[in-house]
């Protein structure tokens, strides 16, 4: 696929199909992500799939929890736990109004879609080792944002949330990953449902001279 299609078709797909995912498929995603660049080439992620009836579980298990109100635990609460600057605040707002008004009074299927995990058919889990500098959530993010592109380019569709990590203790039960682990991000990669509205919403991005400064002269 072009590159420019590859970026044109990068989206959060809230609702997946049932449609089987070729693990073939997932797994050549993956190795392609590993060209992703890390401090030192330190590598510092690693790479948990869940798929089949594992992925149902957690499914099942994350909804049950989420109905029993159970308060989220991620391994990452703390770097939640900040006051975010007025720059990034006033995004977050216009795209919950945007988001809002694009559903128009189907908020529901929104929220039925994140209790759900979205139906994600794949579901990947990355970590990085507790003991690790603050780079290496940024080699984390790279890392995923190259498997997501990956994955577009061969025709998935993905979802990065952080209703997926919300209940490590539910990731635990059904993969073998250890304590010293942080989980830091889950992605689903799947088939969109084009029936979903939901999968029609597209967020804007800030125009670029309000990010972007070039400098030539002293």
């Known amino acids: 696929m072009d590159f420019k299609d590859v970026l044109a078709s990068e989206h959060a797909t809230r609702k997946f199909t049932d449609q089987r995912v070729s693990e073939k498929t997932v797994i050549k995603v993956i190795e392609e992500a590993q060209r992703t660049p890390s401090l030192l080439n330190s590598q510092p992620w690693r790479i948990y799939v869940a798929e089949g009836e594992v992925a149902k579980a957690i499914r099942k298990d994350h909804e049950d929890k989420v109905l029993a109100h159970e308060e989220p635990h991620e391994d ?13 605040s006033k995004n977050m707002a216009t795209m919950s109004e945007t988001l809002d008004y694009f559903l128009r009074g189907e908020s529901d299927d929104f929220d039925q879609a994140q209790i759900k995990l979205f139906n994600a058919p794949v579901i990947v889990f990355l970590t ?91």
């Open 76 to 88: 990452f609460a703390s770097l939640l736990k900040v006051e975010w600057d007025t720059f990034p």
């Open 128 to 218: 990085i080792p507790k003991k690790s500098p603050a780079w290496s959530i940024f080699d984390l993010g790279a890392f995923s944002q190259t498997l997501m592109l990956a994955a577009n380019n061969r025709g998935l569709s993905t979802m990065p949330a952080h209703a997926f990590v919300k209940y490590p203790d539910v990731i635990r039960k059904y993969l073998d990953i250890p304590e010293d682990e942080s989980i830091g991000i889950g992605i689903g990669l799947g088939y969109p449902n084009k029936k979903a509205a939901i999968n029609n919403y597209k967020s804007k991005r800030v125009p670029l001279d309000e990010v972007l400064k070039i400098k030539k002269d002293i």
